[in-house]
C-alpha cells in the first residue's frame, strides 16, 4: 500500500490518499474510522459480507458504527481519498447523512461532474495519472463554509475530549443544542453523541496500538465512564473484546495515526 498526502491547499480537507495494487486473494476485518472514502476500483471491486455485496467501481463510503471484513478476488487495483469526519460534502455537495452506514455508488449521486472525473480516472494507463486528475478536480472544489469550520472545530474538541457534553459544544458553535445537532449531522453524517463513540473506540485501539494493556487506564483516558462501559463498545465497534482483538490481529487506529 502507499500513503500519499495531499497538496498543501487540500490538507485541511483531505487527511491522505492510499493507493493499493495486489494480485493475491484476502480478507481484511474494518472497523469504523471516522472519515468518509472516496474510492475508485480500476480492477476487480472488493466484497463486503457484512454487506453481502460488492462495492462499485466508484463507491462513496460513509460513517459506519460496525466493524466488517472487506475480500479481495487477486485483481486489485484501487485508488481512495480519505476525507476528514466533515468535510466530504463539500466536494461531492451531496450532505454525508445521505449514506450513513452506507457504501454508495458514486454515480447514484447525479454529480456529472463527478462522474466524469471517475470514467477519467478509469481512462489512465497509470495509478499516479489517475490521482492527479483526482487532486486536480478537488483542489478546484474547495469552497469552506461556516459550517464546515465550526463543525472541524468541534471535530478537534472531541478528538481532544471525546466526553465533551454536547451543549458545550454547540454554545462553541454559536447555536442551539438543537439547531448544532442538525448541522454536525448534516456534515459529519451521524449525530455528535454516536461520533463521540467511534472517537473513543478509535483512541482506545490507538492505545492498545502504543503497547497499553490497563483497560481501567483505558477506559478514563478514553472517556468510558468505566472500564465494563469500554469492553462493551469496542466490542460493537470491532466484533472483539479489547483481549481477543490482540489475539486476532495487531491493533491499529486510523484516526488517531497520522499515515506518512
Same mark, same amino acid.
Given at each position: 500500500m502507499r500513503i500519499i498526502q495531499p497538496k498543501q491547499e487540500l490538507r485541511p480537507y483531505v487527511r491522505y490518499y492510499w493507493m493499493l495494487e495486489d494480485d493475491?486473494?484476502?480478507?481484511?476485518?474494518?472497523?469504523?474510522?471516522?472519515?468518509?472514502?472516496?474510492?475508485?476500483?480500476?480492477?476487480?471491486?472488493?466484497?463486503?459480507?457484512?454487506?453481502?455485496?460488492?462495492?462499485?467501481?466508484?463507491?462513496?463510503?460513509?460513517?459506519?458504527?460496525?466493524?466488517?471484513?472487506?475480500?479481495?478476488?487477486?485483481?486489485?487495483?484501487?485508488?481512495?481519498?480519505v476525507f476528514y469526519p466533515h468535510t466530504i460534502g463539500m466536494f461531492i455537495d451531496t450532505p454525508p447523512s445521505a449514506f450513513y452506514n452506507r457504501e454508495i455508488s458514486g454515480?447514484?449521486?447525479?454529480?456529472?461532474?463527478?462522474?466524469?472525473? =471517475?470514467?477519467?480516472?478509469?481512462? +489512465?494507463?497509470?495509478? !499516479?495519472? *489517475?490521482?492527479? %486528475?483526482?487532486?486536480?478536480?478537488?483542489?478546484g472544489k474547495v469552497k469552506p463554509t461556516l459550517n464546515i469550520?465550526?463543525?472541524?472545530?468541534?471535530?478537534?474538541?472531541?478528538?481532544?475530549?471525546?466526553?465533551?457534553?454536547?451543549n458545550i459544544l454547540a454554545d462553541n458553535a454559536c447555536l442551539s443544542k438543537k439547531q448544532y445537532e442538525r448541522v454536525f449531522r448534516e456534515q459529519v453524517g451521524m449525530n455528535p453523541k454516536e461520533y463521540a463513540r467511534i472517537v473513543r473506540f478509535q483512541k482506545s485501539l490507538r492505545m492498545l496500538?502504543?503497547?497499553?494493556?490497563?483497560? =481501567?487506564?483505558?477506559?478514563?483516558? +478514553?472517556?468510558?465512564? !468505566?472500564? *465494563?462501559?469500554? %469492553?462493551?463498545?469496542?466490542?460493537?465497534?470491532?466484533g472483539y473484546t479489547p483481549k481477543s482483538l490482540l489475539n486476532h490481529c495487531e491493533p491499529y487506529s486510523d484516526l488517531f495515526t497520522h499515515p506518512v
Open positions: 493475491e486473494p484476502f480478507s481484511v476485518l474494518t472497523f469504523p474510522i471516522g472519515c468518509p472514502q472516496i474510492i475508485f476500483h480500476r480492477k476487480s471491486p472488493l466484497y463486503v459480507p457484512e454487506l453481502n455485496s460488492l462495492q462499485n467501481r466508484f463507491t462513496i463510503s460513509g460513517q459506519v458504527n460496525f466493524p466488517s471484513h472487506i475480500q479481495s478476488d487477486g485483481n486489485l487495483d484501487m485508488i481512495v481519498a454515480y447514484d449521486i447525479d454529480n456529472r461532474q463527478l462522474s466524469e472525473i =471517475a470514467t477519467k480516472i478509469f481512462d +489512465c494507463q497509470s495509478s !499516479d495519472e *489517475s490521482l492527479g %486528475i483526482l487532486e486536480r478536480w478537488l483542489l469550520q465550526r463543525i472541524g472545530n468541534s471535530i478537534r474538541e472531541l478528538l481532544n475530549t471525546s466526553a465533551i457534553p454536547i496500538q502504543c503497547g497499553s494493556r490497563d483497560y =481501567a487506564y483505558i477506559a478514563y483516558h +478514553c472517556g468510558f465512564t !468505566d472500564q *465494563s462501559h469500554f %469492553i462493551r463498545d469496542f466490542k460493537v465497534m470491532s
